[in-house]
């Protein structure tokens, strides 16, 4: 794809690395239960206290994806695409260590890349925003980091 064929303006691509403010997130225990309840996971660790105390967590702990539901980052970095189609490229979390309930996070996220594809007939171009999301404690130390891919594409008149 040539430059002017593309999408993506030069103030765009400007955004990429730029750290958005940080922001703070409490990791709620009702936020946890209802979480798992969805997803149909019916490990009490998850839900029943007395349960966790004993577990060698020491209370209760967020499923494995729970950073990656929308209600856990609110306010990630994301450009205004000149498409209105759109999907899910994937989600990707490592954890250092597992999030507890009413621990607070304090979260900061960045748009890492953003690049241009033709799709196939019918999807037309695409434009993709990858976004890491880093969860820290309130001693900075890193215990999350969510990367998404979030594409979005012109589609067929």
């Known amino acids: 794809m040539t430059t002017e064929d593309s999408v993506i303006p030069d103030e765009m691509h400007r955004q990429i690395g730029m750290l958005s403010e940080p922001w703070i997130v409490e990791v709620e225990r009702g936020a946890?239960?209802?979480y798992a309840e969805a997803?149909?996971?019916?490990?009490?660790?998850?839900r029943d206290e007395g349960y966790a105390k004993k577990s060698s967590y020491g209370g209760i702990v967020a499923p494995p994806i729970f950073?990656?539901?929308?209600v856990s980052e609110p306010r990630t970095v994301r450009l205004e695409s000149p498409f209105h189609r759109n999907v899910?490229?994937?989600t990707e979390i490592v954890y250092e260590r597992p999030i507890c309930a009413g621990e607070r996070l304090i979260v900061t996220s960045k748009l890492v890349?953003?690049?241009e594809k033709h799709g196939r007939p019918g999807i037309g171009?695409?434009?993709f925003q990858i976004i890491e999301t880093k969860y820290r404690d309130l001693n900075g130390k890193v215990v999350a980091v969510?990367?998404?891919t979030d594409i979005t594409?012109?589609?067929s008149p």
């Open 67 to 70: 950073l990656g539901w929308p």
């Open 146 to 148: 969510l990367r998404t």
């Open 113 to 115: 890349d953003l690049y």
């Open 39 to 46: 997803i149909g996971d019916t490990n009490l660790i998850y």
């Open 125 to 127: 171009r695409m434009l």
């Open 88 to 90: 899910t490229g994937g």
């Open 32 to 34: 946890i239960a209802r």
């Open 153 to 155: 594409y012109e589609g």
